[in-house]
C-alpha cells in the first residue's frame, strides 16, 4: 500500500511517541487519521497540533487492555467513515525489572494484558471487519527488538510479551486473506514517554527519524519492519547459537522428511 491518501488509519497508543509520530507522516500523506490512548488531555494535544496542519484527526479514549474500549474504537471508526484501512497497534507498556525467579504472576498478567491482550483485541476488533469489508488494508503491530532477542537481565515480563506478540502476528499473516496484510515492527530504542525519562530513552533515535526508516518499508508492504542496525547482530547471534545446537545434535538424516512438523501440519490443517 503505497498511496494513503484518504485512507483511514487507527493508531493506539497515537498520543505520543511512536504513535504520534506514526500519526504525523500518515497524515503528512494525506490520510484520516483516529488517534487511541488513555490519557485525553494527551489525545487532545496530539488532534490540535494534527488538524493545525490541515490533517483530518479524530480521537478516541480507549485502553487496550479492555476488549469493551476497542470494540468501541472500531465502532466508532466504522460510524464515522464506514471501514478502516489501517491499524497500528501500537499502544504498550514496560515491564517492572525484576529477575524472572523474583517476579510474580501479577507482574506478568499486567505486562501482558497490554502488550499482548490490548493488540489481540485489536486484532479481534478491526481484523474481522477488515476481512469481510474485502478492500485492501493494513494491521501493524508494533513489536520490540526485545521481540528478536534478550539484551540483558531483568526484562523477563517485557521480553515474554514482546516473543508472544511476534508469535501472534507471524500466525496472523498465515491465516488472514491476501488483501489484508500483516506488517510487525521492531523498534529498538526510541525518544519518547515510554519506559520513562531515563539516560537511555534520551539516547534513543528521534522518533520522527524512526519513522522515516521505516516508512519505505510500510509503503512496500514488509511483514518484518526494522529500524536499528544492531539488533540484526544481536538476533544473528541467537539464531547462530540455536543452529550450532541443531548442527551438532539434531543434523538432517536420510528420512528425516517423515518428521517435519510444518510439512505434516500443511497436510493436516492445509
Given at each position: 500500500?503505497?498511496?494513503?491518501?484518504?485512507?483511514?488509519?487507527?493508531?493506539?497508543?497515537?498520543?505520543?511517541?511512536?504513535?504520534?509520530?506514526?500519526?504525523?507522516?500518515?497524515?503528512?500523506?494525506?490520510?484520516?487519521?483516529?488517534?487511541?490512548?488513555?490519557?485525553?488531555?494527551?489525545?487532545?494535544?496530539?488532534?490540535?497540533?494534527?488538524?493545525?496542519?490541515?490533517?483530518?484527526?479524530?480521537?478516541?479514549?480507549?485502553?487496550?487492555?479492555?476488549?469493551?474500549?476497542?470494540?468501541?474504537?472500531?465502532?466508532?471508526?466504522?460510524?464515522?467513515?464506514?471501514?478502516?484501512?489501517?491499524?497500528?497497534?501500537?499502544?504498550?507498556?514496560?515491564?517492572?525489572?525484576?529477575?524472572?525467579?523474583?517476579?510474580?504472576?501479577?507482574?506478568?498478567?499486567?505486562?501482558?494484558?497490554?502488550?499482548?491482550?490490548?493488540?489481540?483485541?485489536?486484532?479481534?476488533?478491526?481484523?474481522?471487519?477488515?476481512?469481510?469489508?474485502?478492500?485492501?488494508?493494513?494491521?501493524?503491530?508494533?513489536?520490540?527488538?526485545?521481540?528478536?532477542?534478550?539484551?540483558?537481565?531483568?526484562?523477563?515480563?517485557?521480553?515474554?510479551?514482546?516473543?508472544?506478540?511476534?508469535?501472534?502476528?507471524?500466525?496472523?499473516?498465515?491465516?488472514?486473506?491476501?488483501?489484508?496484510?500483516?506488517?510487525?515492527?521492531?523498534?529498538?530504542?526510541?525518544?519518547?514517554?515510554?519506559?520513562?525519562?531515563?539516560?537511555?530513552?534520551?539516547?534513543?533515535?528521534?522518533?520522527?527519524?524512526?519513522?522515516?526508516?521505516?516508512?519505505?518499508?510500510?509503503?512496500?508492504?514488509?511483514?518484518?519492519?526494522?529500524?536499528?542496525?544492531?539488533?540484526?547482530?544481536?538476533?544473528?547471534?541467537?539464531?547462530?547459537?540455536?543452529?550450532?545446537?541443531?548442527?551438532?545434535y539434531a543434523p538432517h538424516f536420510d528420512g528425516d522428511n517423515k518428521y517435519d512438523s510444518k510439512w505434516l501440519a500443511s497436510q493436516t490443517i492445509g
Amino acid at each position: 500500500m503505497k498511496d494513503f491518501k484518504d485512507k483511514v488509519v487507527v493508531i493506539t497508543g497515537g498520543a505520543t511517541g511512536i504513535g504520534k509520530a506514526m500519526a504525523d507522516r500518515f497524515g503528512a500523506e494525506g490520510a484520516h487519521v483516529i488517534l487511541a490512548a488513555r490519557r485525553e488531555d494527551r489525545l487532545r494535544e496530539a488532534v490540535a497540533d494534527l488538524t493545525s496542519r490541515g490533517v483530518d484527526a479524530r480521537y478516541q479514549v480507549c485502553d487496550v487492555s479492555a476488549s469493551a474500549d476497542v470494540d468501541a474504537l472500531a465502532a466508532y471508526a466504522w460510524d464515522e467513515f464506514g471501514r478502516v484501512d489501517v491499524l497500528v497497534n501500537n499502544a504498550g507498556r514496560p515491564g517492572v525489572p525484576a529477575r524472572v525467579v523474583e517476579s510474580s504472576p501479577e507482574a506478568f498478567e499486567e505486562v501482558f494484558r497490554v502488550n499482548v491482550f490490548g493488540q489481540l483485541n485489536g486484532i479481534w476488533a478491526f481484523g474481522t471487519r477488515m476481512v469481510e469489508q474485502g478492500t485492501p488494508a493494513m494491521i501493524l503491530n508494533v513489536n520490540s527488538e526485545v521481540g528478536l532477542y534478550i539484551p540483558s537481565p531483568m526484562v523477563g515480563t517485557y521480553a515474554a510479551s514482546k516473543y508472544a506478540g511476534r508469535a501472534i502476528s507471524e500466525t496472523l499473516r498465515l491465516e488472514l486473506p491476501e488483501h489484508v496484510h500483516v506488517g510487525v515492527i521492531y523498534p529498538g530504542l526510541v525518544q519518547s514517554e515510554f519506559g520513562g525519562d531515563t539516560q537511555m530513552t534520551r539516547a534513543g533515535m528521534p522518533a520522527a527519524e524512526f519513522v522515516d526508516v521505516i516508512w519505505p518499508q510500510i509503503e512496500n508492504g514488509e511483514f518484518h519492519i526494522v529500524s536499528h542496525p544492531w539488533a540484526k547482530d544481536y538476533f544473528g547471534e541467537t539464531a547462530q547459537e540455536l543452529a550450532h545446537a541443531f548442527d551438532r545434535y539434531a543434523p538432517h538424516f536420510d528420512g528425516d522428511n517423515k518428521y517435519d512438523s510444518k510439512w505434516l501440519a500443511s497436510q493436516t490443517i492445509g
